[in-house]
Every structure is written in structure tokens, then in C-alpha cells.
């Protein structure tokens, strides 16, 4: 039998973006992330959103495996705000490089699911540009590369060398699958995946492919409750293998 505790309600602390907490929330306390979150949270939507747990996993993520000293890549990059976030507290060392996929013009329109064609994911994202996101990210030009173009185009003509943190946010499932193809081999141990969409509702066709994937290695994928997955590589693993 299940028993079942019932507890009186606590004020929440945090309510926003698809959950709420009356928990431990870091980041209401820390004057450096509000700072740094106010500088772009309006560049997701070009309207106020609050993201900020979601926001602070990614960080705290990125920061701990850039002590591993491999590079580091996002695929979907937008308007460059997590981008941003990541490099203004990741603390990365002067040899480590943070390599940035995306069209840099929205979602293509084809290699799209039956679902992601009817809920119109192509031509989703069109408001950026390669230069708008270079001009934000000028402090660290000289580390990182603006890799242009669908993914199938320019993962064959880029190499990252060995990974130790990869920002996976590409909301369509084909671009997803072959992603992973080249970023789990280059995977170092201890290095990490954050998937941004993992968990929500609009995108149950990514999460498949996804799931597909994992299905066949010794990682699993940890559902978060900001809608995010994250994956740790094995402490086992060989880059290449």
C-alpha cells in the first residue's frame, strides 16, 4: 500500500518556466548571476522570461568541466545569451577554446519530423546573426570560433579535438542525432552534456532520438525538472571510443 504524506503548502520560492520550488535556490542570493542574467535575459525571446534555474544549471555545469582544460561547444546558439553567461563563469584557461554551432538564420525547413512540420519548427529562430553574436562575444574573440551553417554541412569540416562540455540546443531531432554522433566520441571522461529541451512537452520527437542514442551506451540520461537533460560521461571513457 502507498502511503500517501500530506504536508501543508510552503511559499515558493522560485515559479517560473514550467516548475516551482520552495527549495534551496542558489542563485537568488548571488548578486554576480543576477547581474550577469540581467545583461541578456531578454535576448531568448526579446521579451523577459525567467529561465534563471534553468540558466544556473547550465553554468555551474560548464564551469566544472572546463577544469578538465578541453574545449568546449554549443550547438544552438541564437543571440548568443547562454553563450555569453557561460563564458563570463566558466573561468576558462587560456588554451581552451569554446566552439559555437548554428545557422546563425533559424531553423532550416526540411529534415524536420511529421510533428515538427506541423508545429512549424522551420523558420523558428530567424532574428540573429553571426555578426550580432560575434559583436557580444567580442571579450573572448580570441577563443572562440563561430562555426556557420546547418550541422550536417560543418561537423565534417570542424574538429574540436576533445570535449569536456557540450550545450546541445537545437529543438529538431535530426540535427540533434547527428550532433551527438560527433560529440559523444570526443567526449572526455567526466565531461558533460546539457540538452536544453530534454524534458518539455514540444519537443518529444528530440527527446526519442535522444533516448534512441543512450539506449546502447553505459550513460543515461538524468531528467531534470527545468526540463533539461544532463549526461555525464563515464569515467571509464577513451576519447574516440
Same mark, same amino acid.
Given at each position: ?12 520560492? +522560485?515559479?517560473?518556466?514550467?516548475? $516551482? ?22 535576448? &531568448? ?5 525567467? /529561465? ?30 547562454? $553563450? ?22 533559424? /531553423?532550416?525547413? +526540411? ?28 571579450? &573572448? ?41 560527433? !560529440? +559523444? ?7 558533460? /552534456? ?8 514540444? +519537443? ?5 532520438? /535522444? ?9 543515461? !540520461? ?16 577513451? !576519447?574516440?571510443?
Amino acid at each position: 500500500m502507498i502511503h500517501v504524506v500530506r504536508t501543508r503548502r510552503k511559499g515558493y520560492v +522560485y515559479q517560473s518556466d514550467g516548475f $516551482a520550488t520552495a527549495h534551496y535556490s542558489p542563485f537568488l542570493g548571488d548578486p554576480e548571476f543576477a547581474s550577469l542574467y540581467a545583461a541578456v535575459h531578454d535576448r &531568448w525571446t526579446g521579451e523577459p522570461i525567467d /529561465i534563471r534555474w534553468r540558466v544556473w544549471i547550465l553554468l555551474q555545469c560548464a564551469r566544472q568541466t572546463a577544469a578538465l582544460g578541453c574545449s568546449l561547444a554549443e550547438f544552438g546558439v541564437y543571440r548568443g545569451a547562454c $553563450a555569453f553567461l557561460m563564458l563570463s563563469n566558466a573561468q576558462l584557461q587560456q588554451q581552451q577554446h569554446f566552439f559555437l554551432f548554428d545557422t546563425f538564420a533559424g /531553423i532550416p525547413g +526540411y529534415r524536420l519530423t511529421a510533428k515538427e512540420e506541423r508545429d512549424r519548427f522551420g523558420g523558428r529562430l530567424v532574428d540573429t546573426s553571426a555578426e550580432e553574436v560575434a559583436t557580444l562575444l567580442a571579450g &573572448w574573440s580570441s577563443q572562440i570560433s563561430l562555426v556557420s551553417g546547418d550541422v550536417f554541412d560543418t561537423l565534417p569540416n570542424t574538429e574540436t579535438g576533445p570535449l569536456g562540455f557540450a550545450h546541445i540546443d537545437l529543438n529538431a531531432s535530426a540535427p540533434t542525432k547527428a550532433v551527438l554522433q560527433y !560529440v +559523444y566520441p570526443r567526449l572526455v571522461a567526466s565531461g558533460m /552534456i546539457v540538452f536544453d529541451d530534454y524534458g518539455q512537452e514540444g +519537443y518529444k520527437d528530440q527527446r526519442a532520438v /535522444i533516448d534512441e542514442f543512450f539506449a546502447t551506451k553505459p550513460e543515461s !540520461v538524468i531528467a531534470l525538472p527545468t526540463g533539461q537533460g544532463l549526461v555525464m560521461r563515464t569515467a571509464t571513457a577513451r !576519447v574516440g571510443a
